[in-house]
C-alpha cells in the first residue's frame, strides 16, 4: 500500500476517520479548533484520502499528550499507526532543549490496544509510581 505522510490533517479526513473508528461524533466548529490548537500533527494519507492520523498536545516544557491515533480499520495491521506514533515521539523528543530536559509522553490507549503501546516503551497506569489515568467528558 502506497501511504504519504505529511504534517497535515483535514477537517473533512478528520471527521470521517473518527466516524470510521467509531469515536464520539464532535461538532465542525469543535474539531477545527482541535487541529488548529495541536503542537503537532502527523496525516497518513493514501490517494487523497486521510487513512490515519495522530496529534500531539504539548505545553513546551515536559508534558505532552499523544492524542487521536486513529487507522482506519480497512487499513490497520500495515504499519501505519506505528508510523504515526514514531513520529509523534520524535517531535516530543524534540521538546528537549537544554541538557537535563526530560518530557512526560502521556496517552490514553483505546481498550484492547494497550499492548501496541508497549512496544513503543509506554508503561500503563496504575503502577507503583503512578496513580490510575483518569478521564471525565463534559457535555
Given amino acids: 500500500m502506497d501511504i504519504r505522510y505529511t504534517n497535515e ?7 470521517k476517520l473518527r466516524e470510521r473508528v467509531q469515536w464520539p461524533a464532535l461538532t465542525k466548529s469543535q474539531a477545527i479548533r482541535s487541529l488548529e490548537n495541536s503542537s503537532f500533527r502527523v496525516g497518513a494519507w493514501k490517494d487523497k484520502e486521510l487513512v490515519g492520523c495522530g496529534r500531539v498536545i504539548d505545553d513546551h516544557g515536559y508534558m505532552a499528550f499523544i492524542v487521536d491515533v486513529m487507522v482506519d480499520p480497512a487499513c490497520q495491521g500495515q504499519g501505519i499507526g506505528s508510523h504515526i506514533v514514531e ?5 516530543c523528543k524534540s521538546l528537549r532543549k537544554f541538557t537535563g530536559d526530560t518530557v512526560l509522553v502521556n ?3 483505546a481498550s484492547g490496544k494497550e ?3 508497549r512496544k513503543f ?3 500503563e497506569r496504575p503502577n507503583e509510581s503512578m496513580g490510575a489515568g ?4 463534559i457535555d
Fill in 107 to 109: 496517552l490514553m490507549s
Fill in 115 to 117: 499492548e501496541f503501546y
Fill in 134 to 137: 483518569m478521564c471525565m467528558w
Fill in 121 to 123: 516503551g509506554f508503561i
Fill in 9 to 15: 490533517i483535514s477537517l473533512a479526513g478528520y471527521l
Fill in 87 to 91: 513520529t509523534a515521539l520524535k517531535y
